[in-house]
């Protein structure tokens, strides 16, 4: 037996573990389980990532300062305000580290990202889920847990996997009704999608006080999910503290460099965005058609509902999608044991998925 002590919280975190990308004996594998872009990177961020090749054995800039620049142009932001990181996940467990601790509490959504209850428990803290309602988080809910130990709340907006969305009015309500020494994460992984007039990603939030952050990724909208990219923006003594907190290369340069492509490429984003908005309304219409519940949502990706009849719930249609090399995310992990969550593809692929769900359904 090992005399090692392991600190409290580690070894009750579940591990997360992405969505997988093979099915075996099966040729052609539609992946549908990870809200990857479904048109793939734009082409100069390709180009981008292979041309920082030639420099490889060059450290990265540790300020990531060509990439905040860019994105406080694109955004219309302070650039000294921006902290790059690897994936956003990288910089929501920096501010679980820098903000909490044991005996602290961190709250979050009931279906919220599995990452917060994760990043608490490595730290010690202990994470609070706060009911929802009709799968949408629900401020009154947050607020009502709010307790002496609260230290961070994590609000995904809009949420994975729900799909679900808080207005502009109603985050600032929360944000309005927090107390001044906790810190509102807003996660807007999946902001670049969202086109609805009530929705805005959380800047002026950040721009009103001194405890707020918006957290953003490159994974989804730019596609550049394996290279791991994310950037958060905060108040000017939260930017001090992640930049305390961070590794110091923790962004690679090629990463960087494929990030500046990408936000300089708009033309390519906006084909995207028209992309996953015809195919999320097809496929919503098709599968409700089909008679299965799907809420409304705003990303790139469909939380489906299945019957909970033997043969017909969301397990066997997840076995059966597979033995048709069709891979989906099953939600039991997030509490929601009858849902798959289903990313927009390429037409093809919602194409296929439709006709399997047909089938299965028969």
């Known amino acids: 037996m090992s005399g090692l002590s392991v600190r409290p919280g580690i ?113 010690g803290a202990t994470p609070v889920a706060a009911p929802e309602t009709d799968l949408t988080t629900d401020v009154d809910a947050l607020l009502g847990q709010v307790t002496a130990k609260t230290r961070v709340v994590f609000v995904a907006n809009p949420n994975n996997p729900t799909g679900t969305y808080l207005p502009t009015a109603e985050l600032a309500r929360l944000r309005a009704g927090l107390p001044a020494n906790v810190l509102l994460v807003i996660d807007a992984a999946y902001a670049e999608y969202v086109t609805n007039g009530d929705y805005t990603p959380g800047i002026e939030l950040v721009d009103g006080g001194d405890n707020v952050v918006m957290t953003r990724t490159f994974s989804k909208m730019y596609a550049l999910g394996g290279v791991r990219l994310g950037w958060a923006y905060c108040p000017p003594s939260v930017a001090d503290v992640l930049s305390r907190a961070r590794n110091p290369f923790n962004v690679s340069a090629p990463a960087q460099a494929a990030g500046c492509a990408a936000l300089a490429d708009e033309a390519f984003a906006e084909r995207s965005r028209r992309h996953n908005d015809t195919w999320l309304a097809w496929f919503t219409k098709q599968s409700r058609d089909l008679g299965l519940e799907v809420p409304p949502s705003v990303g790139n990706f469909a939380l489906v509902r299945f019957p909970d009849q033997p043969g017909r719930d969301a397990e066997a249609a997840d076995v059966f999608l597979r033995s048709r090399g069709i891979i989906t995310r099953r939600m039991a992990g997030y509490g929601l044991a009858d849902s798959l969550r289903i990313t927009i593809g390429l037409e093809d692929e919602m194409r296929a998925v439709v006709d399997a769900l047909k089938e299965f359904l028969d």
Do not use: W
């Open 11 to 123: 070894m009750e975190i579940t591990p997360y573990v992405g969505g997988d990308a093979d099915v075996a004996g099966v040729e052609r594998v539609i992946k549908l389980a990870s809200n990857e872009g479904a048109l793939g990177p734009s082409p100069k961020a390709v180009a981008a990532y292979s041309d920082a090749a030639a420099s490889l054995h060059r450290y990265p800039d540790g300020s990531s300062d060509d990439l905040r620049q860019a994105l406080g142009r694109h955004h219309g932001l302070d650039a000294k305000r921006i902290v790059c990181g690897a994936g956003s996940d990288e910089l929501i467990g920096l501010l679980c580290r820098a903000y909490a601790g044991p005996g602290d509490e961190v709250l979050h959504s009931e279906h919220g990202f599995l990452m917060y209850p994760i990043a608490a428990k490595t730290v």
